[in-house]
């Protein structure tokens, strides 16, 4: 899943990053409104955590320029103001959920991964092809009925390829969803992943190389 954190705080803005990175989600951030609508103008993000009260551009005028747009992007907006008026405001413009601040982190990533749901085409909640099952709500991985233990990025990656549900996926497509933009676009951190998830597995191998096109499952 890719996500924007759009908040003109730092810290906070760097830590609300941090803590969804760490869940297997490649996010990017921006500081203020104007980075927001930039990033957003050339990249297609699955969920952005908004916070209202930002720079340059006000969080409120940057949705209402993506609902203009017809973003497929799921909006979450952060403010400190949490009465219902706000609330109400806040999802006319445009947004699909919204937290007031200060929140439980882990709340943030429920509803992070609720929307991000919505942003993609509907699936069955637990994914299963060619013997491999993976559960997302509980993040688990089996073959067979054998537990699989994943690194976060490994299951990100076999995530992406199941949804894909037989269909080739790109390297670029693997590092936009899985990684960041801060990855460098040259790098063999897929193939070296890929060999590492095929590994775990097991035999027979369930990954396919597709030579110049990318991989599938």
Do not use: C
């Not at 940057?62 to 979450?76: C, G």
């Not at 089996?142 to 233990?149: L, N, P």
């Amino acid at each position: 899943m890719r996500v924007l954190v759009v908040e003109d705080e730092r810290v906070l803005a760097d830590a609300i990053a941090t803590g969804l990175r760490r869940e297997a989600m490649a996010v990017d951030v921006a500081y203020d409104g104007a980075a927001a609508l930039e990033k957003t103008g050339y990249i297609d993000y699955d969920v952005i955590v908004l916070d209202r009260d930002l720079p340059k551009v006000h969080g409120d005028e940057v949705a209402r320029r993506l609902v203009a747009q017809r973003s497929a992007s799921r909006i979450i907006m952060l403010t400190a103001a949490g009465d219902v008026d706000d609330k109400v405001e806040g999802l006319e413009l445009g947004a699909d959920d919204y937290l007031a601040k200060p929140f439980v982190f882990m709340e943030l990533v429920a509803r992070v991964r609720a929307l991000g749901r919505r942003s993609a085409p509907p699936l069955p909640p637990v994914l299963e092809r060619a013997g491999v099952r993976l559960d997302p709500g509980r993040r688990q991985v089996t073959r067979d009925g054998v537990e699989v233990h994943l690194t976060k990025k490994e299951f990100a990656v076999l995530e992406e390829l199941m949804r894909a549900e037989g269909a080739v996926v790109s390297q670029e497509d693997l590092l936009d969803k899985a990684w960041d933009e801060n990855i460098d676009p040259f790098t063999n951190v897929v193939r070296v992943t890929m060999m590492t998830l095929r590994k775990k597995l097991g035999d027979p191998p369930v990954i396919e190389t597709v030579p110049g096109v990318g991989y599938r499952l």
